[in-house]
T-cell receptor, first 114, second 112 residues
Framework: KAGVTQTPRYLIKTRGQQVTLSCSPI?????VSWYQQTPGQGLQFLFE???????NKGNFPGRFSGRQFSNSRSEMNVSTLELGDSALYLC?????????????FGPGTRLTVL | AQSVTQPDIHITVSEGASLELRCNYS??????LFWYVQSPGQGLQLLLK??????LVQGIKGFEAEFKRSQSSFNLRKPSVHWSDAAEYFC??????????FGTGTRLQVFP
């Protein structure tokens, strides 16, 4: 069974631009969660989607948004990029909603904002 | 407030030595507890998890962890470290439909 895939793996943008990251969960998994990982803040929860609905949201500004499609694939969008948005963005999928279900992580998308 | 503390930022051990990585948490109720490992350029891999029951949990790659409610701790142990264990280790807590909260991580370096 294929694991969680994230595209692109690396991305370079400039301040003010917007970016869309994609996550394809493991087949059969209906929940997708997104995390931001930076050296200063560590791993921080962005949001979780289950059955195309956002079920949980972290403390990030409205510039960070996401969505989930009927096939469970998910995208996250960051608008008006800032230098501080440079990070590794990790996606995780699980069978069901919430932390009671094991989350399987993708390799991440490394975003660099110049 | 819910939080996870990993007091050791960086640990260095010799190959074959035993290992213990510390994790303390603050949570309203007994949470679900997890240990993840991240190798350079990789995502996170689940080592083990505790939901309930036996407080000593066995995981993959020879790791185990013990939940101590009185100390709000969930320390990770391995009796004999291999060079391939060098990585960053994250403790995390969560519950039911709540989000995962991660510690800041402990970087493990293994000397031959």
């Amino acid at each position: 069974k294929a694991g969680v895939t994230q595209t692109p793996r690396y991305l370079i943008k400039t301040r003010g631009q917007q970016v869309t990251l994609s996550c394809s969960p493991i087949s059969g998994h209906r929940s997708v969660s997104w995390y931001q990982q930076t050296p200063g803040q560590g791993l921080q929860f962005l949001f979780e989607y289950f059955s195309e609905t956002q079920r949980n949201k972290g403390n990030f500004p409205g510039r960070f948004s996401g969505r989930q499609f009927s096939n469970s694939r998910s995208e996250m969008n960051v608008s008006t990029l800032e230098l501080g948005d440079s990070a590794l963005y990790l996606c995780a999928s699980s069978l069901g909603q919430g932390t009671g279900n094991e989350q399987f992580f993708g390799p991440g998308t490394r975003l660099t904002v110049l | 407030a819910q939080s996870v503390t990993q007091p050791d930022i960086h640990i260095t051990v010799s190959e074959g030595a035993s290992l213990e990585l510390r994790c303390n948490y603050s949570y309203g109720a007994t949470p679900y507890l997890f240990w993840y490992v991240q190798s350079p350029g990789q995502g996170l891999q689940l080592l083990l998890k505790y939901f309930s029951g036996d407080t000593l949990v066995q995981g993959i790659k020879g790791f185990e962890a013990e939940f101590k409610r009185s100390q709000s701790s969930f320390n990770l142990r391995k009796p004999s470290v291999h060079w391939s264990d060098a990585a960053e280790y994250f403790c995390a807590v969560g519950a039911d439909t709540d989000k995962l909260i991660f510690g800041t991580g402990t970087r493990l370096q293994v000397f031959p």
